[in-house]
């Protein structure tokens, strides 16, 4: 007789610790004592018996195909809901099997359906299962709901997470090796790979080329599924779940209605969340035969509401003419009027804004004596310098250690930059006004030049903000070190007003 052994846990009983290894050893032990001849072992794991699709269980439907075409007498299992919890299932099954001349033994149920009384039992023991599956599962549903009252998350962990000491989840830095594509090996985390995921797809990646990247890092799943290589869907799983902005789903009929807070911290920022889904919103609207499908616009990531304050995004007609919308009202999150408009629009306003740029000729004096007027912090300058740097270090000490979110972590260490800037030396601070104001002169032919990935960085290094209402753009917001000559443009604009009727494309957003 030649003998296999079918074996199975689900997800949860993984968790809750039932095991393999004991249903293999109490198989072999059977075997041998019978002097039966060991055919093979199919081993399952994180699959549920309550199904009736066999589609969903690859190993039991290959056990079933190997057993019909009469490579083994007799299949074995430790116990008959290992095999199956739907009675309709145990029963097809066992006709196929029994057709085939093909026995069953269940070790723990002392079943044989080659008798007639095993067959008789078989139908006892088949609607128990099925009995114990549809309590188990109700009693389950009890227990998560519970669990999600309580802001715990239920099932398996995500990718990149893994349970803290109070069972809340926290980011899984525990460090493992990977090999690189030089072959050449290195030392990183799961969140690490985390990071790098939404990383990429705010910058506009698509989910199948971060899929890679991570393959080519090292980085494998987790899960019920063992580990193994990044598809294009399970990066999509990734992106789109609330999970890491510390948000739990709400569940009915087993689909998420809603996103609740949960227990856990964000394990990336709003920011960086919202730049990802901007970006494969855009991937995703627009025509499979558009060139610049997976590029990014002049006003990615850069780009808010005049209304809402939310992030502008851009879509596309069928056309392919681009569009700028806001994501809030696109998704319906806020009560906002914003209406969408072409991106050209946006584009020839700043670009004619760009061109009307005035530098008086006495910026350099107009700047320094604004300046001089705080001289205190020119003779200070060293101390502050030496304080913030000491600040940044504590902070990044704060946030490795878990004390603050990612979201405060890089706001503060934004703050920080921004003084360490403007507390640049008196004496090389002419230079580095005639540098500044050479760029900004010769800003609007290179915007006029640019492609628009060049564009959006181009805009990158002027403003920290663009704020859109509707078709136009209502007001730029510039960095720390272009600010002074913006100011000096906008007054030098308020003088001439008073001599002419001349419009101004934009204002200045104030601080």
């Not at 299992?77 to 099954?93: A, G």
């Not at 002392?110 to 188990?136: H, R």
């Not at 403007?422 to 492609?451: G, K, M």
């Amino acid at each position: 007789m030649r003998a296999a052994t079918y074996a199975r846990v689900s997800s949860e009983e993984q968790v809750e610790g039932y095991s393999l290894d004991a249903q293999l050893r109490a198989g072999r032990t059977f075997v041998e004592e019978h002097g039966w001849t060991p055919y093979r072992e199919y081993v399952e794991e994180g699959r549920s018996a309550h199904t009736e699709d066999i589609r969903k269980r690859p190993v039991f439907r290959e056990a079933m195909d190997d057993a019909l075409a009469g490579k083994f007498d007799v299949l074995i299992v430790h116990k008959i809901d290992r095999f199956s919890r739907k009675l309709r299932v145990t029963l097809e099954y066992f006709d196929k099997l029994g057709k085939a001349g093909v026995g069953f033994v269940s070790i723990q149920n002392q079943m044989d359906y080659s008798t007639s009384q095993g067959k008789f039992f078989l139908v006892i023991q088949g609607g128990l299962a099925e009995l114990y599956s549809d309590n188990l599962g109700e009693e389950t549903k009890k227990g998560w709901d519970e669990r999600r009252n309580q802001g715990l998350y239920c099932g398996l962990l995500p990718f990149g997470a893994m349970k803290g000491e109070d069972g809340v989840p926290v980011p899984d830095t525990r460090e493992h090796q990977i090999e690189l594509p030089d072959r050449t090996t290195a030392v990183t985390t799961n969140y690490n790979g985390l990071l790098l995921a939404f990383n990429e797809a705010a910058k506009g990646v698509s989910d199948g080329a971060i899929a890679q990247l991570l393959n080519e890092r090292g980085y494998r799943t987790t899960g019920n599924r063992g580990s193994n290589p990044f598809s294009k869907d399970t990066v999509r799983g990734i992106l789109r779940n609330r999970f890491y902005l510390g948000e739990l789903p709400v569940l009915d009929k087993g689909k998420i209605v809603r996103w609740t807070e949960g227990r856990h911290q964000p394990f990336i920022s709003e920011e960086i969340w919202q730049r990802a889904q901007d970006a494969r919103e855009r991937n995703r609207r627009m025509p499979r035969n558009c060139p610049s499908k997976a590029s990014i616009c002049s006003l990615t990531g850069i780009s808010r509401c005049w209304y809402c304050g939310g992030r502008y995004h851009v879509g596309a007609t069928k056309g392919g003419r681009r569009r700028l919308m806001c994501y809030n009202r696109a998704q319906r999150r806020a009560d906002c009027p914003a209406k969408s408009a072409p991106l050209h629009l946006h584009e020839e306003q700043i670009g004619l804004y760009l061109t009307t740029f005035r530098i008086p000729e006495d910026y350099q004096a107009a700047i320094l004596t604004e300046h001089g007027r705080l001289q205190w912090s020119y003779d200070r300058a060293e101390s502050e310098r030496a304080s913030l740097k000491v600040r940044m270090e504590r902070l990044k000490k704060l946030y490795a250690w878990g004390d603050i979110s990612e979201e405060d972590y890089l706001q503060e260490k934004r703050r920080i930059e921004r003084q360490l800037q403007s507390l640049a030396p008196r004496d090389d601070y002419s230079q580095v006004l005639r540098r500044l104001a050479t760029f900004l002169r010769d800003v609007s032919r290179a915007w006029a030049e640019a492609s628009q990935e060049q564009r959006n960085r181009l805009l990158r290094q002027l403003f920290d903000e663009v704020w859109i209402q509707d078709d136009r753009v209502a007001a730029v917001r510039p960095r720390t070190e272009f600010e002074p000559f913006f100011k000096l443009s906008f007054e030098e604009w308020l003088r001439q007003q008073s001599e002419s009727a001349e419009p101004i494309p934009l204002g200045v957003a104030s601080n």
